[in-house]
């Protein structure tokens, strides 16, 4: 075992000695329906001015743009919210806008998140054409059942076939699936699984259903009308989770992502390995750096009131603070002890100025590579299967 408090710093940290490739989060904030687990950004409307929302979402990127410089872009994001709603006219001019503000990667990655109600499977080839060449299906389970406890708007038999649809349109597919649902069990979850696995292409996302603040849900759990499976249940339902999806060829790249090698997600690799990402439209998050220093931006979460800022301002900017270097380094790794990969130390060193030394509990550190929950070598540290799934707790402990 390496003693961490001996481990020599790679290199000198330089948080402007990092490369100037870019990811891009747009974020469009409207759904259908709220559905009852969720905390994200969203909200529902009966009537959605496209227009408006489409010159806003320009106008913000063209604005982040004029700062952060002409750099790579290597993967755009349209997240929600759903983004299946969005006009395929505003994906295409915000891709044509980014393509003249930016320099396009050859292997640019353009995904777009989409629900498979009929309504918005019917514009998956008009967003193809606008140029995205990745869909993320929100599917969310295959149990009927299971879809109306969620809130989803659509059936098992829609889902399927939304998903049809879209592999014959992009070159890459990807669908979530939220298991761990009360009443569930190791022989339902496997079996839905299987079938989940008999249709998927290169990816999965499979997230165990969490108790959100200030959801239905949580109302719900906390006068025990919604009850979750116990943690040894959580635990065999995850092993269930990762041996199936193995055995159909689909890796465990990240805590709850699974993908044939070669097929990660190159956007969300970005967020994990902590490395630059802009974020406009209503409530997005962004890490940049701007002339050597790091910064944590957020906009205006109500979509009219960020329309309102940006009509005025060119941006919905609420927040836009520098990073400390310890702040960095327990960021990046809480991003990246989530990956496979786990975390590179002398990248740790020059994004973020600091040493693993100062920002880990060493004597906790040492523990956990003990219990095998951590390795640790001069190069990385990685969390093991074991530590992933404790990884919540065993973060909690270990920084400082």
Known sequence: MVDPRQLAPAYPGNPAALTDDLALYVHWPFCLAKCPYCDFNSHVRDRIDQDRFASALRRELATEARRLGRRRLTSVFFGGGTPSLMDPRTV???????????????????TLEANPTSIEASRLADFRSAGVNRASVGIQSLDESALKFLGRKHSAAEAIKGLAIARKLFPRVSFDLIYARPGQDVASWRAELRAALAIASDHLSLYQLTIEPATPFEALYRHGQIILPDEDLAVS?????????????????EVSNYARPGQESRHNLTYWRYRDYAGIGPGAHGRILVEGVLH????????EAWA???????????????????ERAQEA???GLRLREGIDLAFLQTRTGCTLQQVVDTGV??????????ELSAQRLVATRAGRIRLDALLSRLLT
Request: proline share 1%.
């Open 308 to 326: 309102d800022r940006v009509d005025q301002l060119g941006h919905g900017l609420t927040h836009d603070t520098e990073i400390s270097g310890i």
């Open 92 to 110: 295409a001019a915000l891709l044509e806008d980014a393509s003249q503000l930016f320099d396009f990667s050859d292997d640019i990655e353009i």
């Open 365 to 374: 550190l040492s523990d956990c590579v003990d219990e095998g929950y951590l």
């Open 333 to 335: 790794l809480l991003m």
């Open 296 to 303: 944590a931006t957020r906009r205006h979460r109500a979509p």
């Open 237 to 253: 339902l995850y092993n269930t989770t990762e041996e199936e999806c193995a055995r159909a060829g689909l890796l465990a790249y």
